[in-house]
């Protein structure tokens, strides 16, 4: 592949680097593609063989497949559309740009846009939207035989044939599921339903959400899920690699809200200055007025900083602290609550089992503050006064209750979020940390008030 890069930078046209492309590996055209100007990308894939174009523009990971379908001939595009896979199909409609998204269903068979209509009209990142329609399915008065010819006739046109769901003849509803390895080995004469695992299969209703699909996949080890309806008829499937992509996505999500910003859903070097700006700026305006009410604790407590600056100096020794725990209580938490290890209800437990380990927590690094000052004074690096033991006992103290305070705030947070219904992971780490640094300043100054009134203060 380095050689396809280095070719085509020293000067290589469309027509030569799609000639050099068309017998790479799938994954590696769409490396090279990506990294290519729209207009170049667009041109060399007008120049591919139509199966290697169609092979493209079915990996999720072609990052710009819609805006590239805007610029191609009319009727390639629409013959593009039509050897896809249904559900990649229908995402990349939904990045279509109108007129030209209704232009090109309207050119679609019948078929197809029944298809692409019925997956188009589940909400994004439901079982309904990633499901495909291409799957195997067959009578229950069926034989093993006429399965596998049958498996044979059709698997062109489908997504995956691991798996082959048996159909009431009658009432058109989902009997039993069958894996492909199971089918081979039995006795082509034998009843297929016969040979099918005994328990009902496992299915997914079209609006679960897709984390939901994913825990149902790697719980039951499936290869893929069918999606049914409330009476039971076969919406389509969802197979194990559309969920890996999905989830791919979802993890991208979740770490840019835990990052404190909005969900960006293009390769970095694609973004705008503007919506750089747009994305970030909203959060961190939020995040700075919540700092605002640190300068103000501040203030509230100017008298006692002017009486023992000494205090001063652990300022930010402590609120990083508290942050830092309380970060780590909502990385634990929000993982928790994505895998369904722990449920709204649980959250009293999750605060009974945070608070001994913040008091634990607070008094290791409490303890560490006191050696630290203790060294220092009698190491003679610096001189903390006559009342240095107050002070260093005043840290700990401190550090104890901000720490502890921390790791309560970092494990119900995302409780709170889910319950008024936002992602858990907008509890992310830099509103914990604002929310500890305006906290820990009370805690700390109210513990200093009551270690060193009368002394310092």
Not at 190 to 199: E, F, G, K
Not at 202 to 221: H, N, Q, T
Request: proline share 5%.
């Amino acid at each position: 592949m380095q050689a396809t890069r280095t070719a085509f930078e020293a000067g290589q046209n469309p027509a030569a680097l799609a000639a050099q492309l068309a017998p790479q590996h799938v994954a590696d055209i769409v490396e090279v593609l990506n990294e290519q100007p729209t207009e170049t990308a667009s041109s060399v894939l007008a120049l591919l063989p139509h199966e290697r174009a169609v092979e493209v523009f079915d990996q999720p990971e072609f990052d710009a497949s819609a805006e590239i379908l805007q610029r191609l001939p009319v009727e390639q595009a629409t013959t593009l559309l039509r050897g896809m896979s249904e559900d990649r199909a229908a995402e990349v409609f939904r990045q279509l740009d109108e007129p030209v998204r209704s232009h090109l269903f309207a050119r679609l068979d019948p078929e197809t846009r029944v298809s692409l209509q019925q997956l188009l009209s589940y909400p994004p990142d439901t079982a309904g939207s990633l499901m495909t329609t291409e799957f195997v399915s067959v009578p229950a008065t069926w034989t093993v035989g006429q399965t596998l010819q049958h498996i044979r006739e059709v698997e062109s046109t489908r997504e995956t044939v691991y798996a082959i769901y048996i159909i009431d003849p009658m009432a058109q509803t989902l009997l039993r599921a069958l894996s492909l390895r199971r089918l081979i080995i039995s006795d082509p004469n034998a009843d297929i339903l016969s040979v099918a695992q005994a328990q009902s299969p496992v299915v997914a209703s079209p609006l679960m959400d897709r984390e939901e699909v994913a825990l149902l996949i790697s719980k039951y080890d499936l290869l893929a899920v069918p999606v049914v309806d409330d009476v039971g008829h076969v919406l389509g499937i969802v197979t194990v690699d559309d969920v890996i992509d999905a989830m791919i996505e979802e993890s991208t999500e979740e770490v840019q809200r835990f990052g404190g910003l909005e969900t960006i859903d293009r390769p970095y070097m694609e973004i705008s200055f503007k919506e750089m700006i747009r994305k970030r700026g909203g959060w961190l305006a939020v995040l700075f007025m919540g700092e605002m009410l640190t300068a103000s604790a501040m203030q509230h407590y100017e008298d006692a900083l002017s009486k023992a600056v000494v205090l001063t100096l652990f300022i930010p020794l402590i609120m990083s602290s508290g942050g830092n725990s309380g970060s780590q209580a909502t990385s634990l938490l929000i993982r928790a609550l994505a895998l369904q290890e722990l449920r709204l209800k649980d959250w009293w437990r999750v605060a009974l089992r945070e608070l001994p380990t913040g008091i634990t927590l607070g008094g290791i690094l409490g303890g560490i503050a006191v050696l630290r000052i203790a060294l220092w004074q009698n190491l003679g690096f610096y001189d903390y006064g006559a009342h240095w033991m107050l002070i260093a006992l005043t840290v700990c103290a401190a550090l104890i209750g901000i720490v502890t305070f921390g790791s309560l705030a970092g494990a119900t947070l995302p409780f709170v979020m889910k319950r008024l219904g936002f992602d858990p992971a907008s509890a992310s780490a830099p509103f914990v940390a604002t929310l500890v640094d305006v906290t820990g300043l009370l805690i700390y100054f109210s513990i200093a008030l009551a270690f060193l009134s009368g002394t310092l203060l």
